[in-house]
């Protein structure tokens, strides 16, 4: 690290030099412009003048199916704001392809289509969206999906099973959404800044987003299940339903304690929320032996069922552990 002393001009003007190797590597001589970033205790000097929106091209002549909607998607998350898709002709094969992109991302449309090329655009200014809400609402939707999906299984009801599964495609556009939002705080120095938050609480939030996508999966997983399943035994509910109070317990605390302001309430609830896991497996070891005594077919899916609650709660014992990272003291 190299450090420079700060020098008064003119009475009222602070002033530091820049180590000369690093300007003649950025090409920055006299009359060049930089950019000042105040990051609070930090200050950001870059070359980069970030006006306008990103454009990317993509060449999709090989590209079809699942493997071109991956390719848009991952573009979007990389951050370009306008995506470009090029070939000699483009068949309808991979504009359905495109299309089921689109609509797996929020805020983007197509802004163009020819014979040969496809332009897509964001429409959303990501500085302007809140990874905070967008956290808060994917907990909200992931919360309620276990809870239908449960309900699936017990009332044998095939038609909220695949609610359930549907509701899964806004969980993954929001993650998809908090995935970029995080990319770009990586990227651009004035990202952090531009949605108030640091860049530490946006990687805890992404975090975040991530065990609840996964939670949503299960969520969809179980309602799968369920369509496989007929009459439960009274005894197999009740314990399900009591597991499944448990894990929300531990979800719900875990998000409470990362979204808690003051850092010892914070740690408090967390640390409550992790204890919580603990007693999981008191529940599974219950349901384990109501088991044995159904069908190998119908227990090998109620097994898998009690598999999907219980790596739900781990994911929200890692949301717990993501807050005391969070609210711990900071160096």
């Known amino acids: ?22 300007a003649m590597r950025n090409g920055i001589g006299a009359g060049s ?7 609070g205790e930090t200050l950001t000097v870059t070359t980069r003048q970030e006006e306008g929106r990103s454009h990317g091209e993509l060449d999709i002549s090989d590209l079809t199916g699942d493997h071109l909607t991956r390719s848009v998607m991952t ?35 197509v802004l163009e289509e020819t014979a040969d090329r496809v332009v897509i ?3 959303l200014d990501s500085s302007e969206l809140s990874v905070t809400n967008a ?25 909220l099973a695949n609610d359930v599964i549907e509701r899964d495609d806004d969980v993954d556009r929001l993650w998809l959404v908090v995935s970029r939002i995080f990319r770009g ?25 991530r065990q609840l996508e996964r939670i949503g999966d299960h969520a969809a997983k179980i309602s799968n299940l369920s369509k496989k399943l007929e009459d439960i035994p009274q005894p197999v509910i ?39 896991v603990l007693e999981i497996d008191e529940y599974t070891r219950e349901i384990d032996q109501l088991l044995r005594e159904l069908d190998p077919h ?23 552990e993501t807050a005391l990272q969070k609210a711990a003291p900071r160096p």
């Open 135 to 159: 956290v808060e609402r994917m907990h909200l939707i992931a919360d309620s999906m276990l809870a239908d999906a449960l309900s699936a299984v017990i009332e044998n009801n095939d038609d």
């Open 185 to 209: 705080t990586l990227r651009s120095p004035t990202a952090s800044p531009d949605l108030g938050i640091s860049r530490e609480d946006c990687f805890d939030y992404h975090s975040t987003a």
């Open 298 to 320: 119908e227990a090998q899916s109620l097994g898998l069922i009690v598999d999907s609650l219980s790596r739900s709660a781990d994911y929200g014992g890692n949301i717990a």
């Open 121 to 123: 655009q964001d429409l």
């Open 75 to 109: 573009m979007y998350v990389s951050g370009f704001d306008v995506i470009t898709l090029k070939s000699d002709r483009i068949s309808a094969t991979q504009r359905q392809a495109i299309r089921t992109a689109t609509q797996n991302l929020i805020g983007v449309e």
């Open 33 to 39: 412009t930089l950019s000042f970033v105040d990051n």
């Open 238 to 276: 009740e314990s399900l339903q009591t597991f499944h109070e448990a894990v929300v317990e531990v979800v719900s605390g875990a998000i409470e304690a990362l979204l808690e302001n003051d850092s010892d309430r914070s740690s408090q609830l967390a640390h409550q929320s992790r204890a919580k």
């Open 1 to 22: 690290m190299e450090t420079r002393k700060v020098q008064l001009t003119g009475g009222s003007t602070f002033t530091v030099s820049l180590p000369k190797e690093w």
